[in-house]
């Protein structure tokens, strides 16, 4: 679970990510800020982490190392 906090009162360096509430409202204790100024929500998994499936094809540098010049070298020409 993520959690962005943004602080409504504020126009810059306004907001940040935490993965526990009460990490959250601590970090805000630590910047000075009041809670009452900020907002919290929760931010889905895909939007926080990079981790793409292995057969989505982005991992899979090893396979798609040689696949240009092995498309272009094996052609069959026919006459």
Known sequence: MFIQVQNQKLKRNNQFRVQTMSAGITEV???GWNV???KFEQLREE????NYNVLDGRNNTRGKQF????NKTHRIVSL
């Open 67 to 70: 696949k240009n010049r092995a």
């Open 36 to 38: 009452s100024d900020c």
């Open 47 to 50: 939007l926080v982490k990079n």
């Open 29 to 31: 204790k630590s910047r």
